[in-house]
């Protein structure tokens, strides 16, 4: 599987993203965000509340699989601010973090890293999603 038919991303997210990648591409990010722009450009945008609760949001803890290396790991997506790999807290900016943006649980996707290796990612669990928890955005 390539890609997964569809993803999808609350509206907010959706908006948020779109104006960081804006910022990014004024200035030192050049075109380096251009799958996360082709997936924000693919995506199903819907309100915060009808996002399907095992979906990948912005601010989710994900555990997910590397079927790559075998490796599995937890981490939650977060704004580039505030991102900490110590803490498990990862950037949707890193090639990893824009694969699972809008994903389900189950999904997978094959993903080119900057260093032209590809990786293939499949969403295990959302253990956290804020949408499903009542607090959006």
């Not at 790999?85 to 943006?101: H, R």
């Amino acid at each position: 599987m390539a890609k997964p038919t569809s993803i999808y991303l609350t509206q907010n997210d959706c908006d948020r993203l779109s104006d960081l990648l804006e910022a990014y591409a004024t200035g030192s990010g050049g075109r380096r965000f251009d799958a996360l722009e082709n997936e924000l450009a693919r995506a199903i945008v819907v309100h915060a509340s009808k996002i399907p609760k095992d979906v990948v949001t912005m601010n989710s803890r994900v555990v997910f699989e590397d079927e790559t290396t075998g490796e599995q790991r937890e981490v939650t997506l977060v704004y580039p601010t505030q991102a900490d790999i110590g803490a498990g807290k990862i950037s949707i900016l890193v090639p990893v973090g824009s694969a699972l943006l809008g994903l389900r649980v189950g999904q997978s996707i094959d993903w080119e890293l900057p260093s032209g290796q590809r990786r293939r990612y499949r969403v295990i669990a959302v253990p956290y999603q804020p949408e499903a928890a009542g607090k959006p955005g």
